[in-house]
């Protein structure tokens, strides 16, 4: 049984999609960001960085592991599983590439947007203009990659399941755009699935 740390935020959904997608048992500790519970003592002993998600797993290789990270942990598990994973090489350079494109740049220009709205000292409708027009772009790069296949590395994949969460929430730019038809039909398609149905309710 892994145990879950995480809160109701896209990094945790993406670990917790990837648990049920692999039929993985698993347990959800709640992590109350309001109340700064990410930098309690015993917390910090799980993520010095202060951060969810983190999972413990007591059957890893070699003995139990705690990992943070949300990408770190769907590769983890996508390579301890097989699953997620594309077996042909090409394809799975092509999972890895989309695959940081949702961990990298597409993730931190929606962290970048929220700060710039919420947290920042200095609020900024230009910063925040900034990071939207950015992010409007990248759902563009990925609409057009969407075209003519169902996922964005072909089959479905660790991919997919970092980068969904994220658009999801920044799901009011896609309707502003009005013209991602590959991106509404592969974010619609993916809702539909009841692991990711299910990953999401788990940690809200
Ligand atoms: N790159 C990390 C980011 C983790 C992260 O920033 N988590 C946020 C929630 S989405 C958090 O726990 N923030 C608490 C804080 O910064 O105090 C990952 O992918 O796991």
Redesign the pocket.
């Known amino acids: 049984m892994i145990d879950l740390y995480a809160?109701n935020?896209?990094?945790?959904q993406?670990?917790a999609i990837m648990l049920e997608e692999c039929g993985i048992d698993y347990e959800v500790h709640r992590?109350d960001?309001s109340r700064?519970e990410?930098?309690s003592d015993t917390f910090l002993q799980l993520?010095p960085?202060?951060?969810?998600?983190?999972i413990v797993d007591p059957d890893a290789p070699g003995g139990s592991m705690t990992i943070?990270?949300?990408?770190?942990?769907l590769l983890y598990l996508a390579m301890k599983t097989g699953r997620y994973f594309p077996k042909d090489p090409a394809m799975r350079a092509r999972a890895f590439e989309w695959f940081m494109f949702a961990?990298s740049d597409f993730?931190s220009y929606s962290?970048m947007l929220f700060l710039a709205n919420a947290v920042l000292p200095d609020k900024s409708d230009a910063n925040a203009g900034f990071f939207e027009e950015r992010l409007a772009r990248y759902l563009g790069v990925a609409n057009a990659r969407l075209e003519g296949r169902q996922f964005l590395a072909d089959e479905l994949s660790i991919a997919d399941f970092a980068l969904y969460p994220v658009v999801r929430v920044r799901y009011a730019l896609v309707e502003r755009d009005g013209k991602l038809a590959h991106l509404t039909k592969w974010a619609d398609a993916l809702a539909a699935r009841p692991g990711i149905a299910r990953g999401i309710a788990a940690v809200a």
């Open positions: 809160a935020s896209s990094n945790s993406r670990v992590v960001l700064g990410q930098r993520n960085a202060g951060a969810v998600p983190v943070t990270q949300s990408g770190a942990i961990a993730s962290t």
